[in-house]
């Protein structure tokens, strides 16, 4: 950043720049300042400042383009004039940054890229927080598309994942991930989507103290995919949730479950409902209480849903006696469990469908099938295989497969005995 005189707080972007604008953001009022840029360059690259400076329909414009004619009278070249003649105009909001001490650097370079100048310092290691940032400003002000460019063109998504700061790659961070994510919204970037599975899978711990927000970064509510998260989220924890309750319904049906139909097999389906209860209970997953009171709402399961699954897989084969060796639980859960965990290797927002066909993608605008045969499937997957989606992706049934059997009203879990 280089000042244009001790007295002066304007940081030149371009020497040849014919207007000031002036950043006076409330949140952050030690970091005013004013900044010396082309406003055609800029105008080029945000329909915001386009509006703003270059349309004659609202009074500021109107007044800036009145300036610059008498200053290009006066100054044949832009460069020539100082820049305490210059037209300028106020801005006082950047958008929802996360906290920094100082917001000019942060300014300082989306001017840059306005400009072809590249960030300052180079781009071979931009930090993840320096980057979501950027996103954030620039969506604020319309230019998100030469944002893009500029990241493509000079691999930053690569030198951001490379830096050694990062953690560990098996500590989950919330909010770098929630930073990639952003990233990957605001500039179409596929691959990083994949931290939606994480954040789908473990919940997140803004969605349970909905407080105050507003001094939030833009990240911790996720344009366009946080309440896709949370309807994934809680649509996965129903499907669990009715197949164990299938699991216990089976043994309470009537119908008797005991493969062997020796004399004692009632008592073989009371003791594997026994067994089935106190396990589910021990998880944490279940309770027996009386209703006569009624019942009040119990805050949905809030822990990792991939950790469950282990828990659950962990069913012992309980047996009343050593003739009852397949009767109970674990032969039917542990099957399931794999089923739903296959589909749920799509459980990620799929970033390339992000792009191409976002309606089909969406859990939270699909219309909810009334009911999902868990293992009669085959037939109606390969129909809509026929008919995959318009643009022709081969990851879209999949998608489809996950989805249908979450969002379904019924469940018509098919359990072989
Ligand atoms: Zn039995
Ligand atoms: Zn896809």
């Known amino acids: 950043m280089s000042a244009d005189d001790e007295d002066s707080p304007t940081i030149i972007i371009d020497p040849a720049g014919d207007v000031v604008i002036t950043i006076a953001d409330e949140r952050y009022p030690l970091s005013t300042a004013s900044y010396r840029i082309k406003s055609e360059k800029l105008q080029n690259c945000s329909?915001?400042?386009?509006?703003?400076?270059?349309?004659s329909s609202f009074s500021e414009g109107a007044n800036i383009q009145a300036q610059l004619v008498q200053l290009h009278k006066k100054y044949q070249d832009a460069k020539d004039a100082p820049t305490a003649e210059l037209p300028s105009v106020n801005v006082d909001h950047i958008g929802q940054i996360g906290k920094v001490k100082d917001i000019r650097g942060l300014m300082t370079d989306f001017f840059r890229i306005n400009?072809?100048?590249?960030?300052?310092?180079?781009?071979?290691?931009?930090?993840?927080?320096?980057?979501?940032?950027?996103?954030?400003?620039?969506?604020?002000?319309d230019s998100l598309e030469i944002l893009k460019r500029y990241v493509i063109s000079n691999n930053i998504f690569a030198g951001t994942q490379r830096r050694k700061s990062l953690p560990a790659r098996d500590t989950w961070n919330e909010e770098r991930s929630r930073m990639r994510m952003l990233v990957a919204v605001l500039l179409n970037h596929a691959p990083w989507f994949e931290d939606t599975a994480q954040l789908i899978a473990k919940g997140s711990r803004v969605w349970a103290e909905p407080e105050d927000t507003a001094d939030r970064?833009?990240?911790?509510?996720?344009?366009?995919?946080?309440?896709?998260?949370?309807?994934?989220?809680?649509?996965?924890?129903?499907?669990?949730?009715?197949?164990?309750?299938?699991?216990?319904?089976?043994y309470t049906s009537g119908t008797?479950?005991?493969?062997?139909?020796?004399?004692?097999?009632?008592?073989?389906?009371?003791?594997?409902?026994?067994?089935?209860?106190?396990f589910?209970?021990?998880?944490?997953?279940?309770?027996?209480?009386?209703?006569m009171a009624g019942t009040d709402g119990r805050d949905p399961f809030d822990g990792d849903i991939i950790k469950a699954?282990?828990?659950?897989?962990?069913?012992?084969?309980?047996?009343?006696?050593?003739?009852?060796?397949?009767?109970g639980l674990r032969n039917?859960?542990?099957?399931?469990?794999?089923?739903?965990?296959?589909r749920l290797n799509q459980l990620a927002i799929c970033g390339d469908c992000w792009s191409t066909d976002r309606a089909a993608l969406l859990w939270t605008s699909a219309k909810k099938p009334l009911i999902?045969?868990?293992?009669?499937?085959?037939?109606?997957?390969?129909?809509?295989?026929?008919?995959?989606?318009?643009?022709?992706?081969?990851?879209?049934?999949?998608?489809?497969?996950?989805?249908?059997?979450?969002?379904?009203?019924?469940?018509?879990?098919?359990?072989?005995?």
């Not at 329909?47 to 349309?55: A, E, Q, T, V």
Request: glycine share 4%; net charge positive.
């Open 309 to 327: 699954f282990e828990l659950l897989r962990q069913v012992p084969a309980y047996q009343i006696d050593k003739d009852h060796a397949h009767c």
């Open 332 to 342: 039917r859960l542990i099957p399931s469990i794999d089923d739903i965990q296959t």
């Open 115 to 141: 400009h072809d100048l590249g960030i300052s310092g180079g781009h071979l290691s931009v930090p993840l927080t320096n980057l979501a940032n950027l996103c954030i400003v620039c969506d604020r002000f």
């Open 372 to 417: 999902f045969s868990s293992q009669s499937s085959q037939d109606e997957t390969r129909r809509r295989i026929m008919r995959t989606s318009k643009l022709g992706h081969t990851c879209t049934k999949s998608h489809e497969r996950i989805r249908d059997l979450c969002l379904s009203v019924d469940k018509n879990w098919k359990i072989p005995r």
């Open 280 to 291: 589910f209970n021990r998880l944490g997953l279940m309770t027996l209480e009386s209703t």
């Open 47 to 55: 329909p915001y400042f386009k509006r703003l400076i270059g349309s």
């Open 217 to 250: 970064a833009l990240w911790w509510d996720l344009p366009m995919i946080e309440d896709e998260l949370k309807c994934r989220r809680s649509a996965i924890i129903s499907t669990i949730s009715s197949l164990l309750s299938h699991c216990v319904s089976l």
């Open 256 to 278: 008797l479950q005991c493969k062997l139909g020796y004399s004692n097999s009632l008592q073989c389906d009371v003791y594997q409902l026994g067994e089935i209860v106190k």
